[in-house]
Nanobody, 127 residues
């Protein structure tokens, strides 16, 4: 059983940056696709970005493309989300997810494809 723990959230003003981390433990998932989703109050969980097990393939939602960057360090079992030029509409609880999911749009953006989830971490961006 893989456990995922997010860290690095907080409150920032618009235009600033945050870096989220997601540490995996308790199981072997080095080849898993890792992804970030987010959920704002009153909305459905929204796909943000995914990265393949090797780190060579990524897929970003249009809403964050060019501002967010995902990376992973398999030696540390950790995936990172660098968020730059943050906007108030980025405010949400951010969730880390893992699973044996192909990094293609239809699959990697579907929350149902992922087997493991973190508890979520709050990111608040004020204007």
């Amino acid at each position: 059983q893989v456990q995922l723990v997010e860290s690095g959230g907080g409150s920032v003003q618009a235009g600033n940056s945050l870096r989220l981390s997601c540490a995996a433990s308790g199981g072997t998932c080095s080849s898993c696709t890792m992804a970030w989703f987010r959920q704002a109050p009153g909305t459905e969980r929204e796909f943000v970005v995914a990265i393949s097990g090797s780190g060579t393939m990524t897929y970003y939602s249009d809403s964050v493309k060019g501002r967010f960057t995902i990376s992973r360090d398999n030696a540390k079992n950790t995936v990172y989300l660098q968020m730059n030029s943050l906007k108030p509409e980025d405010t949400a609880v951010y969730y880390c997810a893992a699973g044996l999911v192909p990094v293609v749009p239809a699959a990697s953006a579907s929350a149902h494809e992922y087997d493991y989830w973190g508890q979520g971490i709050q990111v608040t961006v004020s204007s």
